[in-house]
């Protein structure tokens, strides 16, 4: 198996601008979920989806972020505008059920 | 809420010697999982070992094993004959369990390994 896929693996931007941060689970892993690492607050839950539906976006930041799950094997992160405060490492990670969530490599992203 | 503390911000061990790694969590959970997690210099996040709650038996994965004493809600990580190559940032985490399959991960410890 591929393992959960995530690109682009750097991004970097400048503020004001959209960045989307795109991800494929493995293959029939039926929950995703997108998390931030900084130095500051460690690694955070942004959102999850389970089945395709968004059961828990408590984590995302404010309207300026919002993910999408058209689909079992495809789902974005966007942030509109980017703000410096939104360089970080953003992981994406799938799982079946109650089995371990497998995290991709991350995306570090950079906003100049 | 769940809550996940590593007291240890660094630890160092010699190469083929043990090390522990200390975790404390708190949830009002009665079903729950707790995990390890790897994240070497590449940033990747590798799964170490997991452990469910309603499992007495403490995981063991090679040369990774957990001491879960569940009522003091402690889920120390033991690594025997440490290698180089497990030189890397340490997180706990647990999961809610039933429909609750969110992570809260604690701080990490930084793991050095001196040859």
């Known amino acids: 198996d591929a393992g959960v896929i995530q690109s682009p693996r750097h991004e970097v931007t400048e503020m004001g601008q959209e960045v989307t941060l795109r991800c494929k689970p493995i293959?029939?892993?039926?929950?995703l979920f997108w998390y931030r690492q900084t130095m500051m607050r460690g690694l955070e839950l942004l959102i999850y989806?389970?089945?395709?539906?968004?059961?828990?976006d408590s984590g995302m930041p404010e309207d300026r972020f919002s993910a999408k799950m058209p689909n079992a094997s495809f789902s974005t992160l966007k942030i509109q505008p980017s703000e410096p405060r939104d360089s970080a490492v953003y992981f994406c990670?799938?799982?079946?059920?109650?089995?371990?969530?497998?995290f991709g490599p991350g995306t570090r992203l950079l906003v100049l | 809420a769940q809550t996940v503390t590593q007291s240890q911000p660094e630890m160092s061990v010699q190469e083929a010697e043990t090390v522990t790694l200390s975790c404390t969590y708190d949830?009002?959970?009665?079903?729950?999982?707790l995990f390890w997690y790897k994240q070497p210099p590449s940033r990747q996040m590798i799964l170490v070992i997991r452990?469910?709650?309603?499992?007495?038996q403490n995981a063991t994965e090679n040369r990774f094993s957990v001491n879960f004493q569940k009522a003091a809600k402690s889920f120390s990580l033991k690594i025997s004959d440490s290698q180089l190559g497990d030189a890397a940032m340490y997180f706990c985490?647990?999961?809610?369990?039933?429909?609750?399959?969110?992570?809260?991960f604690g701080k990490g410890t930084l793991l050095t390994v001196n040859p």
């Open positions: 990670a799938s799982s079946l059920q109650a089995s371990p969530q497998y």
């Open positions: 293959s029939g892993h039926n929950s």
């Open positions: 989806f389970n089945n395709n539906v968004p059961i828990d």
């Open positions: 949830t009002s959970e009665s079903d729950y999982y």
């Open positions: 452990q469910e709650a309603y499992k007495q």
């Open positions: 985490a647990s999961e809610g369990g039933g429909s609750n399959y969110k992570l809260t």
